[in-house]
């Protein structure tokens, strides 16, 4: 079974709607990462999370929300979706005793708003 | 403000070839450099450098990083058809620990 899981894998959605992307997992990891990527663009930081009550923005959080339920679960809200973020979503965790900073990657979500 | 660029955006070249991926660094606190390969989907981890010029190798692949120069190279050797991915560097550092700043990416084609 997959480490880091996320759910759903492939969305299609028209602008104005609420959407949410899930991500869990099993590695008792205690950071969790959203990132978005786009062609030529790598992956950017939308928000992350050292710990549960721990939750910061990243590079481009806007028009983005997350809640981290619990340590194994981060979730990611667009609540309206538009077109420009059409993308492909990674969740990602790492563990603070990894000094340095390896991160451990999800399958993605593929985004498309219309 | 971090940041990460990588050289070339892309590369195509035929099997058996040997090619050197770019990766320019800017970031306050660095701790660690990282390389991963992203075939279809999720970026897999390939490389960690925290100390320049200590090469790391995995079978054809091989990386160093100057933190003088502030640069890491990506070096595969033979490219066989299985090496076509996309290349991400990564940089550990900045003010809060545990973040990654990201580059562009380099898109590497195989062809037979």
């Known amino acids: 079974d997959a480490d880091v899981t996320q759910t759903p894998r492939n969305r299609i959605t028209k602008t104005g709607k609420r959407i949410m992307l899930e991500c869990s997992q099993t590695k008792g990891h205690d950071r969790m990462y959203w990132y978005r990527q786009d062609p030529g663009l790598g992956l950017r930081l939308i928000y992350y999370?050292?710990?549960?009550?721990?939750?910061n923005k990243g590079e481009i959080s806007d028009g983005y929300s997350v809640s981290r339920q619990a340590q194994a679960k981060f979730s990611l809200s667009l609540e309206s979706a538009i077109p420009n973020q059409t993308a492909l979503y990674f969740c990602?965790?790492?563990?603070?005793?990894?000094?340095?900073?390896?991160?451990?990657f999800g399958p993605g979500t593929r985004l498309t708003v219309l | 403000e971090d940041k990460v660029v990588q050289s070339p955006l892309s590369l195509v070249v035929h099997e058996g070839d040997t090619v050197t991926l770019n990766c320019s660094y800017e970031v306050t606190n660095f701790r660690s450099l990282l390389w991963y390969k992203q075939e279809k989907k999720a970026p897999t981890f390939l490389f960690m450098l925290t100390s320049s010029g200590i090469e790391k190798k995995s079978g054809r692949l091989s990386s160093i990083l100057d933190k003088k120069e502030l640069f890491s190279i990506l070096n595969i050797t033979a490219t066989q058809t299985g090496d076509s991915a996309i290349y991400l560097c990564?940089?550990?550092?900045?003010?809060?620990?545990?973040?990654?700043?990201f580059g562009q990416g380099t898109i590497l084609t195989v062809h037979p």
């Open positions: 990564a940089n550990a550092g900045g003010t809060s620990y545990g973040k990654l700043t």
């Open positions: 990602a965790t790492s563990s603070m005793r990894g000094v340095y900073n390896e991160q451990f």
């Open positions: 999370s050292f710990d549960v009550k721990d939750i």
